[in-house]
């Protein structure tokens, strides 16, 4: 590359940088460097690339695993600037499984030998790095989704029996002709297998008794499981996206150090895996957001709920004061907090017993006021929200391309079925909740009434009706975290506690209790516990939060 176009600014950057990260691994250093890498960016590479690692080599001395980091710390910044092609997306994934390989081949060997550690990362480069290759899977999977689905169709209509016979005559386009070719010869690339094999093994790495095992293979292995809850949640494997936390809220696991490596001389803070997490809060974002989705999609409304409002408290009071604003990505913010406040809008209707704070409930009522009036009258509100607040799910299967290239054949069901499917299940159990809900808003006004008059209140026959009050009760009977900790502070804070199923217990989500004695329905309302504590330790704590703020105010006289 010409002088003109690589500064010694970009020069400078790539030194310290190599520096940081394999020698002197002083974790202040590395965060205003990893700070100036954005910044520099921004002033020298706005619309371009930045030079390719064989061009800066020389700055790092040729260091294989730093220039693994280099690209794909500068792909990163490329592809959110361009839209990628699919050879663009095949190159990302040749990427990834480099750097990995590297990581890999020089993490700590598991004998318990002493090593000398090699490489420091602080925990957001970390986060970066597992949250983009998921992202950069996820954009393949829909690619290929996209680009198979239009080959299809094109190839259907060009043989005269298509959807649309106007396009009777049209070739397969070259892009996509080209898109499929390509996709056909490369078939492994973003496997899930290798994927999921990638993500166990960096967790597994830096979660080993091990005494040697460097700090930033614990970073690495825990944002694995933050990247591996979110991998089974697009999936659609949801036991499987809470069960991948279990390792960061493990009581057991040993505390982490913060703030350098074994060369660094900043000293050290010890965090627990569930610490370390909340520190970096695009992470924590991602792990709440998910882990909701998750819960809703298993029918645990109340710890939905208790998550998802916690977090949306946090960032509504962080958009006030602008905290959030500082946070690299925090664009992405408001998109995510409006997707939550839709789910809690599904929650608080499915979910009686559920409790928001006041703050959130208002914001709930202020942007889904349509969609809420059409859920009082029906269930179609429900599919709304939750299109619109559902992450996008992917079909992670390669398809058969042979088979979309066959003029009039059919192609083999894919393309959006991922997705519908996981719509469609959704609103299977939606569709029981208006009987559900009107059901309940009836026995709330007596203490004891008929089955036959409470079935024709549902203009329902009655031995139609007796399944619905086992259906009622069994809908909203659920796993509840047995270990919640959901003390004011914590909730206040967006804290995620006991996400993990292994301290699990049955409970309801019903606020009233009835049994069926004969043929009448006897009701009692739920028992209440006035927890006079939890208001007062919430005024505490908004108490503190606001001194703390006083203490930065800059008083003018």
């Known amino acids: 590359m010409a002088d003109e176009v690589f500064p010694d600014s970009v020069k400078d950057i790539v030194f310290d940088l190599h520096d940081v990260t394999r020698r002197s691994f002083?974790?202040?250093?590395?965060?205003?460097?990893?700070?100036?890498?954005?910044?520099?960016?921004?002033?020298?590479?706005?619309?371009?690339a930045w030079p390719s690692p064989s061009a800066v080599a020389n700055e790092c001395d040729h260091d294989p695993l730093y220039l693994s980091l280099y690209n794909e710390l500068t792909l990163r910044h490329l592809q959110s600037i361009k839209r990628p092609n699919v050879r663009d997306r095949i190159e990302?994934?040749?990427?990834?499984?480099?750097?990995?390989?590297f990581i890999l081949e020089e993490a700590p060997k598991l004998d318990g030998a002493h090593q000398r550690e090699t490489l420091y990362l602080i925990p957001e480069w970390c986060f970066d790095i597992m949250h983009e290759f998921l992202y950069q899977f996820q954009g393949f999977c829909q690619f290929r989704t996209t680009t198979y689905t239009a080959a299809s169709k094109a190839m259907l209509a060009s043989s005269g029996g298509g959807e649309d016979e106007l396009l009777a005559s049209s070739p397969l386009p070259a892009h996509i002709a080209d898109a499929i070719e390509v996709l056909n010869q490369n078939r492994d690339a973003w496997a899930i297998e290798t994927v999921l094999?990638?993500?166990?093994?960096?967790?597994s790495v830096g979660t080993s008794s091990a005494k040697n095992v460097s700090p930033t293979y614990r970073y690495l292995a825990y944002f694995s499981s933050v990247t591996l809850s979110r991998l089974e949640c697009l999936l659609g494997d949801y036991r499987a996206s809470i069960a991948a936390l279990d390792v960061i809220y493990n009581p057991n696991a040993e505390l982490i150090a913060v703030g350098g490596g074994s060369g660094g001389g900043d000293g050290e803070n010890m965090k627990s895996p569930e610490e370390l997490v909340n520190?970096?809060?695009?992470?924590?974002?991602?792990?709440?957001y998910h882990a909701g989705v998750s819960y809703l999609m298993l029918r645990r409304y109340k710890d939905s709920a208790s998550i998802l409002g916690g977090?949306?408290?946090?960032?509504?009071?962080?958009?006030?004061?602008?905290?959030?604003?500082?946070?690299?990505?925090?664009?992405?913010?408001?998109?995510?907090?409006?997707?939550?406040?839709?789910?809690?809008?599904?929650?608080?209707?499915?979910c009686p017993k559920s409790v928001l704070d006041d703050t959130i409930a208002s914001i709930v009522?202020?942007?889904?006021?349509?969609?809420?009036?059409?859920?009082?009258?029906?269930?179609?509100?429900?599919?709304?929200?939750?299109?619109?607040?559902?992450?996008?799910?992917?079909?992670?299967?390669?398809?058969?391309?042979s088979q979309a290239l066959v003029p009039g054949s059919p192609a083999m069901p894919y393309g959006q079925d991922a997705y519908k499917l996981q719509v469609h299940h959704f609103m299977n159990e939606m569709a029981a909740h208006a009987t559900?809900?009107?059901?309940?808003?009836?026995?709330?006004?007596?203490?004891?009434?008929?089955?036959?008059?409470?079935?024709?209140f549902n203009d329902m026959k009655v031995e139609e009706f007796e399944p619905w009050l086992i259906c009622f009760k069994n809908k909203l009977r659920q796993l509840e975290r047995g270990t919640v900790n959901a003390s004011a502070g914590n909730v206040a804070k967006g804290v995620v506690r006991g996400v993990s199923s292994a301290q699990d217990k049955m409970g309801t989500a019903l606020d009233i209790h009835y049994n069926v004695s004969g043929d009448v329905v006897h009701v009692d309302e739920a028992e209440k516990t006035r927890r006079f504590e939890t208001y007062f330790m919430k005024q505490i704590s908004t108490n503190d939060d606001i001194?703390?703020?006083l203490k930065f105010l800059k008083i003018e006289h």
């Not at 094999?197 to 967790?203: D, E, M």
């Open 26 to 48: 002083i974790h202040s250093e590395q965060v205003i460097l990893y700070a100036q890498f954005r910044d520099i960016t921004a002033k020298y590479f706005p619309t371009s």
């Open 92 to 101: 990302g994934w040749h990427v990834y499984r480099r750097l990995f390989d």
């Open 197 to 203: 094999f990638y993500l166990h093994r960096l967790l």
């Open 279 to 288: 520190s970096v809060f695009p992470a924590r974002l991602s792990l709440t």
């Open 311 to 350: 977090i949306c408290l946090f960032m509504q009071r962080g958009f006030k004061t602008g905290q959030l604003r500082k946070i690299p990505g925090s664009e992405q913010f408001n998109k995510l907090f409006d997707r939550m406040i839709a789910l809690l809008a599904i929650l608080s209707h499915i």
């Open 365 to 401: 009522r202020e942007k889904h006021a349509s969609n809420l009036s059409k859920i009082e009258s029906g269930e179609e509100g429900y599919e709304d929200l939750f299109v619109f607040a559902c992450p996008k799910f992917v079909n992670a299967a390669v398809p058969d391309y």
């Open 436 to 456: 559900l809900r009107k059901m309940r808003s009836y026995m709330t006004l007596y203490t004891s009434i008929k089955v036959d008059k409470l079935a024709s």
């Open 547 to 549: 001194l703390k703020q």
